[in-house]
């Protein structure tokens, strides 16, 4: 379009800031529309972005403009599953788009507590890499795909990013990188995975007092968490009226997470006192590790909002009759034709198919060592209960809710699956969901011959799930599937840091210490 017929473009069309005309990028489908001065940027210099992320970006700058967006938050996932970044303004969000952000590299250094596990200003912090040396930057890469506007922080959108090296490499330990891999390699073998979580928590109503000195943590040291109180009296599962308590939060946590595109299926009232519990429909593993994290993020400030306090904490004080569980639904399909893999044929009576028998094999073979994947907190071993619709040993059943890994449907159903039962809610979900895709192929590689199921799983003498945190980074350290799949740097790292939780557990003296002996010796 010449330049002096500007004028007759609609005023939605040149909305944009960021927006050109179509002469200006071509036509077709793989065309980037990008600015003059958007080439050369870190995205364009890397080529770190698809045609379909360069499309979502463009949208990304429309919504932005329509709505009048003032603050964009720029998040990456750490090693621990939770979001950490920077809020950008407005003004600033197309160069943010164009070249990232930075921030320091020793956040993927640090254990729950910010403490560094690694020396950061030595020359390779102490892990062979130099780009991390002296708490340098890693960038911040927004995956524009992932752009939400968040309906209960005001003019406010969010996006998730990719971690880069300065220099464009990758970063090894970014672990939403670490699922892409191995989903890259599943689909090498023909195969795509879909998932579906459950993910419980526990809802309290948050003391109104403002927020205390003693709240105030260091590294290595945190504060002493918010006084809290009850909102469910327990014991009644599903009860209607119970929920209807919560109503005011229902409401909102419904109106909040469909507002984000989130596939949320129910809102459930669980058996444990203040418990309850969400469920998402079934998508790609990509997609829903990523929906993981923002619907835990979205569930924790819109709670907070309205006086509550939601924690996916495993087993907090005051709700030991219950703990909470992520219990991670998992199935295979043909990357060719859709076939569903685990179904088996009609006719046989078994309930999986040959692949999914291999598959679930292979969980069980690896399972311990997955544990410090899919439990990786000190208290989330504290679940591990007989009789508790927790698992507490290696085995899988039929339709079982006590064993580690339930299996679902059979010949004919087309929602046949595993479920695996031994996940704590607060979970990275992209390394809960590659420990399981690790384990799995390698069972379907190596033709693993399935164990026989239980019908009684918490009496019978199957291996047992670790007992503590530094139980299963031992069991991990020692299975090498983990470090072919994902490299032995990466292990070393992620043991590390959980070591470094699980050693200031060991040297804190608890309340129960102190109860059983102060008065008696």
């Known amino acids: 379009m010449p330049e002096d017929d500007v004028r007759t473009v609609p005023e939605s069309a040149l909305r944009n800031h960021d927006g050109r005309d179509h002469a200006e990028g071509g036509g077709g489908p793989g065309a980037r529309p990008m600015l003059a001065k958007d080439r050369g940027g870190f995205v364009d210099r890397h080529d770190l972005w698809t045609d379909a992320q360069y499309a979502a970006s463009a949208q990304m700058r429309r919504v932005i403009d329509e ?206 006192p203040s418990q309850l519990e969400l469920t998402m429909d079934a998508a790609d593993a990509a997609v829903t590790a990523d929906a993981v994290v923002l619907c835990r993020s979205a569930v924790r400030q819109i709670a907070r909002r309205l006086g509550y306090e939601a924690t996916f904490m495993s087993r907090p004080q005051g709700a030991e009759t219950a703990s909470t569980g992520w219990h991670l639904h998992q199935s295979l399909t043909s990357a060719v034709t859709g076939e569903l893999s685990f179904v088996p044929p009609n006719g046989d009576a078994g309930p999986l198919s040959v692949n999914g028998k291999h598959y679930l094999e292979g969980l069980l073979t690896h399972a311990r060592a997955a544990a410090g994947f899919s439990t990786p907190t000190v208290n989330g071993f504290k679940r591990y209960q007989p009789y508790s619709l927790a698992p507490d040993r290696v085995a899988w059943g039929i339709d079982n809710k006590g064993a580690m890994v339930r299996v679902v449907g059979g010949a004919g159903d087309p929602a046949t699956r595993l479920e695996n039962r031994s996940g704590e809610p607060s979970a990275n979900p992209y390394l809960y969901i590659a420990s399981q ?85």
């Not at 880069?164 to 390699?185: H, K, N, Y």
């Not at 470090?483 to 070393?492: K, T």
């Open 67 to 272: 709505i009048g967006l003032e603050m964009i938050r720029f998040a990456f996932v750490d090693q621990h599953g939770l979001l950490r970044g920077k809020t950008v303004t407005r003004s600033n969000v197309a160069a943010a788009m164009r070249s990232g952000i930075t921030a320091p590299s020793s956040l993927l250094l640090k254990d729950t507590s910010g403490k560094s596990v690694f020396p950061v200003f030595t020359p390779d912090a102490g892990l062979g890499v130099r780009q991390l040396a002296g708490a340098g930057d890693i960038v911040l890469v927004p995956d524009p795909t992932t752009f939400r506007v968040l309906p209960w922080a005001e003019r406010t959108g969010w996006v998730l990013c990719d971690l880069r090296f300065p220099d464009g490499s990758e970063v090894a330990f970014s672990t939403r990188d670490l699922l892409r891999r191995q989903l890259g390699r599943l689909e090498l073998a023909g195969y795509r995975m879909t998932v579906g979580a459950e993910l419980e928590l526990h809802v309290f109503r948050s003391d109104a007092a403002p927020f205390a000195a003693s709240r105030v943590g260091r590294p290595g040291a945190p504060g002493l968490p918010g006084t809290v109180h009850p909102t469910t009296p327990g014991a009644q599962l599903l009860h209607e009226e119970a929920l209807d308590g919560l109503d005011d939060l229902v409401q909102a946590l419904y109106r909040g997470l469909t507002a984000l595109d989130l596939p949320l299926r129910t809102l459930e009232l669980e058996f444990g």
């Open 437 to 521: 895709l690790v384990s799995g192929l390698d069972g379907m590689e190596r033709k693993l011959e399935l164990r026989a199921p239980t019908s009684n799983p918490y009496e019978n003498d199957a291996e047992r799930l670790p007992r503590s945190l530094g139980e299963a980074v031992d069991a991990l350290e020692a299975d090498p599937l983990f470090a072919r799949a994902f490299g032995r740097d990466v292990i070393d790292w992620y043991a590390a840091i959980k070591r470094s939780e699980f050693d200031r557990y060991l040297t804190h003296v608890s309340d129960w210490e102190q109860r059983e002996y102060l008065g008696m010796f």
